[in-house]
Structures are given as C-alpha cells and as structure tokens.
Antibody
Framework: QVQMVQSGAEVKKPGASVRVSCKTSGYTFTSYPISWVRQAPGQGLEWMGWIRPGTANADYAPTFQGTVTMTTDTSTDTAYMDLRSLKSDDTAVYYC?????????WGQGTLVAVSS | EIVMTQSPATLSVSPGERVTISCRASQSVSSNLVWYQQKPGQAPRLLIYGASIRATGIPARFSGSGAKTEFTLTISSLQSEDSAIYYCQQYKAWWTFGQGTKVEIK
C-alpha cells in the first residue's frame, strides 16, 4: 500500500533553514507529483507547491516563491522540502501528499517550530 | 489562483440532524474537487473526490454534490464522531483549499 513517512519534528531559530523529508513506498514514485501542504497552529491547510519526481520540475505557490525548494531523490523514492529564512510564523505542521489514481495519500506531518 | 470559499465557518448541530457545508470556487473547477475531514492532531482524511464520489470506507451518510463553481458536502444524520473540521480542495489548477468549516456537536 502507498505510504508516505515524514521526518521528525524540528526546532529552529529565526533565520535558519529546515529540511523535511518524505519517504514514499507502494507506488511508482516518478509517476505522480508530490505536494507539500502547511498548517499553522489552529489554522487551515495551505498548499505550498509540488514537484514532479519524473522530471524534477517544481511549481511553487506565490506565497512561497523564493523561500521554498522542493527536490526528490529517485534512488530512494524520497521527496524533500527546504524552507529558508525561517520566521516565527513558519511554525506549522508540514505535510507531503500525493494522489495515486483518484486517492490522495498524506504523510503524518512534521512539526517545525521556529523560536528564538 | 483559484480561491475556494467555504460557508459557514462553524456549525453547531445536534446528533441525528442534517449538516450542509457549501464551497464556492472563484472560477470553474469542473468536478475536480475533494472534501476532507480533519480531527485534531491528525492528517486530513479523504471523504469525497470528483465532487461526488465517496472514498473507500466512508459511511453513506456523507455525500457530495455540485460542479463548476458550487459544491456541497452533506452529512445526512450527524454522529458524534463527525465532530471535526471539513475542508474542500480543488485540484483543477494546482491545489487550493477552502478555509474550513468546524462542525461541533450540540
């Protein structure tokens, strides 16, 4: 079955960068885009962008242009999301997600806390 | 960017009552719409895809309808375990989410 397992929680200082990983299994990694979604505490879901592992092409939501980079490693079927110049309002749970057939699959989420 | 607008923001409903949540798209998304349920501390759970197709394992009391710009999620008879936040999301052009509707049990 499709699984998406994310890396553990991170605590970062303002101005730092963070990398969140998303290890996938159970489907053909290169065939489906992987999206990243952010959810700040008590807030809704915000799509950050996606990457097509087959081509490594990524599209980013305007809010995140210039601060996020999404990459993939097809040798390990893992996606990465790098967020730089962290601010306190980047504190959130970050999810990876993909849609295989008509079914979306989500990682368990990774809490990134930004605090001085 | 396609903007998704949900209403209402909050609903307080007695068990057994009918719940209706609306979602409006700023431009046509055809039937490229899903509904999620999210409970505290959990990832979103797919309820409906293709605007009206129930996902595997979802109880029949959940139904979706609509197309183009107007969509509705209906819970025909609210159960206590349905207390959650519900989101619509379009996937016609990238992804965008509605702001969520919190359903509380009265």
């Amino acid at each position: 079955q499709v699984q998406m397992v994310q890396s553990g929680a991170e605590v970062k200082k303002p101005g730092a960068s963070v990398r969140v990983s998303c290890k996938t299994s159970g489907y053909t990694f290169t065939s489906y885009p992987i999206s990243w979604v952010r959810q700040a505490p008590g807030q809704g879901l915000e799509w950050m962008g996606w990457i097509r592992p087959g081509t490594a092409n990524a599209d980013y939501a305007p809010t995140f242009q210039g601060t996020v980079t999404m990459t993939t490693d097809t040798s390990t079927d893992t996606a990465y999301m790098d967020l730089r110049s962290l601010k306190s309002d980047d504190t959130a749970v970050y999810y990876c997600a993909t849609v295989v057939g008509s079914n979306p699959y989500w990682g368990q989420g990774t809490l990134v806390a930004v605090s001085s | 960017e396609i903007v998704m607008t949900q209403s209402p923001a909050t609903l307080s409903v007695s068990p057994g009552e009918r719940v209706t949540i609306s979602c409006r798209a700023s431009q046509s998304v055809s039937s490229n719409l899903v509904w999620y349920q999210q409970k505290p501390g959990q990832a979103p759970r797919l309820l409906i895809y293709g605007a009206s197709i129930r996902a595997t394992g979802i109880p029949a009391r959940f139904s979706g309808s609509g197309a183009k710009t107007e969509f509705t999620l209906t819970i025909s008879s609210l159960q206590s375990e349905d207390s959650a936040i519900y989101y619509c999301q379009q996937y016609k052009a990238w992804w965008t989410f509605g702001q969520g509707t919190k359903v509380e049990i009265k």
